[in-house]
């Protein structure tokens, strides 16, 4: 079975450890999945990866589509190994990041999930298939957790009224908890769409930490220094009114950004509630752009930490980026969002051992310096 060049020993050691998942035909069918995974092609295709390792496409179909594996089996060993690991255990500074990706499918006619709706990777709407996933981030690592594919609601006989409907905030839910049942994490970010008062509000209630960001149309109730009330302000007001009635409080903060380099911001902090929620928040406000690509000229960053500094606000939040780039290394190097199968079930299959591949599963295995040769070479 030896079809590379080279790191075949350190690959199957790596592979032997879900030997209990599969029957010993299907150990044989998922290896050569994995191998196939690393190989280079224009375009990945199950078809492809039968060729790449010599074997009958049919073989390859059926275990993605009709072979009997358990893939929470797999999801447990995988993280299993990950936690044992001192350099890819999680740590102490570390978040539980949740987000969602798209994978476009514009020809997609027979594709289940694959409908017309927002795709972040292309910053609009598109057919393609979503999923919502859970990484850890920390300063110094991150790798995916889990991704669970999300069918929108026309999916379903009845829409939203289906109960077997799940919508992404219950999705995220459902991910937070299994997460929290199996990695230690001291809180958890994401960006501004799921900062819904549902979601906080389960975040707050099971004791954890939450950092977001909130968008544009979002109330806050607090106090206004005009009307000598409370009330509910929307961002854009809250902005005039800090810079014309809280300048004096306003301070500059120094942090990091994603690409290491060091920016001096004007931020403005305080304590509030959102409308509709009770859960009590610090509010941080950056005063300008994070970039010069950025396309909004503010942003209110929030907290159920009270005593958090804007810095350590600021800096937590960002760690939400680390679950972007677990998702671009998946696309990127192991064909994430290049599948032919069209049942949801074989597609959650396919991004499950594409997951599987990333290299914080494999540097468990696998010295750092064989790592950097991401590719492996098939003869």
């Not at 850890?136 to 026309?154: C, G, N, R, W």
């Not at 839910?173 to 809180?187: A, V």
Request: with cysteine.
């Amino acid at each position: 079975m030896s079809i590379f060049q080279t790191n075949i020993p350190l690959l199957n050691k790596f592979l032997t450890h879900f030997a209990s998942c599969f029957s010993k035909k299907q150990m044989a069918m998922f290896t050569l999945v994995i191998y196939a995974l690393f190989k280079d092609y224009k375009r990945n295709s199950l078809d492809a990866m039968a060729k790449a390792t010599h074997t009958d496409y049919q073989k390859f179909q059926y275990f993605f589509s009709d072979s009997k594996w358990d893939i929470q089996a797999i999801k447990r060993t995988r993280l299993e190994i990950i936690q044992k690991q001192r350099t890819t255990a999680p740590t102490k500074d570390g978040l539980l990041a949740i987000d969602d990706t798209g994978c476009p499918k514009p020809f997609a006619k027979k594709t289940e999930g694959a409908k017309w709706q927002y795709c972040g990777p292309l910053k609009r709407e598109e057919v393609c298939n979503v999923g919502v996933g859970a990484a850890f981030v920390s300063p110094s690592k991150h790798f995916p957790i889990d991704i669970i594919p999300y069918l929108p609601a026309k999916e379903f006989p009845r829409g939203k009224n289906n109960p077997l409907f799940k919508d992404k905030i219950q999705i995220a839910l459902e991910l937070f908890h299994s997460c929290s049942k199996t990695i230690d994490f001291p809180g958890t970010v994401f960006d501004s769409w799921y900062a819904t008062t549902r979601f906080l509000t389960h975040i707050h209630k099971e004791g954890k930490i939450f950092y977001s960001e909130i968008k544009s149309n979002r109330n806050i109730f607090m106090y206004h220094p005009v009307k000598k009330i409370h009330c509910c302000i929307k961002p854009d007001e809250l902005v005039t009114l800090i810079k014309k009635h809280y300048c004096n409080k306003i301070k500059f903060v120094t942090f990091k950004t994603t690409d290491g380099s060091e920016v001096s911001h004007k931020t403005y902090s305080f304590e509030a509630k959102l409308k509709d929620c009770d859960v009590p928040i610090k509010f941080v406000v950056i005063l300008g752009k994070w970039n010069k690509d950025d396309d909004n000229s503010y942003h209110i960053l929030i907290t159920n930490k009270l005593n958090s500094s804007a810095k350590t606000v600021i800096t937590n939040y960002l760690l939400r980026w680390g679950i972007e780039h677990c998702f671009k290394e998946l696309k990127d190097t192991f064909y994430f969002d290049h599948y032919q199968v069209r049942h949801i079930n074989k597609i959650d299959r396919y991004w499950n051992l594409v997951r599987l591949s990333s290299r914080r599963s494999l540097s468990c295995c696998m010295d750092s310096h064989l790592l950097d040769q991401t590719k492996l070479v098939l003869v």
